[in-house]
């Protein structure tokens, strides 16, 4: 059974940072990709970043490239979202996504396994 528990969401003001954290468990495997989608109140949930474990290639929005940093720990099986640089327009709800095999690394359908969100306020 896969469980994906993120942590780490707060509220900032605007030019703050946040880290959130993904931890993974009932999920292995060398090749698969791990993401966070956000989604904001009355929008489609969109990509923000992902990664692939095993060879640790990674992918951003172009909204958040060059202020969102994804990273992976193995030893702890844990994904992990540097933001920093906040804006009022990243508030939304983030999620943590996960699935074995993956083509298009942003798109929500490619994801089977889902955490429960949390919640990032910038104001």
């Known amino acids: 059974h896969v469980q994906l528990v993120e942590s780490g969401g707060g509220s900032v003001q605007a030019g703050g940072s946040l880290r959130l954290s993904c931890a993974a468990s009932?999920?292995?495997?060398?090749?698969?990709?791990m993401a966070w989608f956000r989604q904001a109140p009355g929008k489609e949930r969109e990509g923000v970043a992902a990664?692939?474990?095993?060879?640790?290639?990674?992918y951003y929005a172009d909204s958040v490239k060059g202020r969102f940093t994804i990273s992976q720990d193995n030893a702890k099986n844990t994904v992990y979202l540097q933001m920093n640089s906040l804006k009022p327009e990243d508030t939304a709800m983030y999620y943590c996504?996960?699935?074995?095999?993956?083509?298009?690394?942003?798109?929500?359908?490619?994801?089977?396994?889902w955490g429960q969100g949390t919640q990032v306020t910038v104001s």
């Open positions: 996504a996960a699935d074995y095999t993956v083509v298009a690394a942003l798109e929500a359908y490619e994801y089977n396994y």
């Open positions: 009932g999920y292995t495997g060398s090749s698969n990709c």
């Open positions: 990664i692939y474990t095993g060879g640790g290639s990674t």
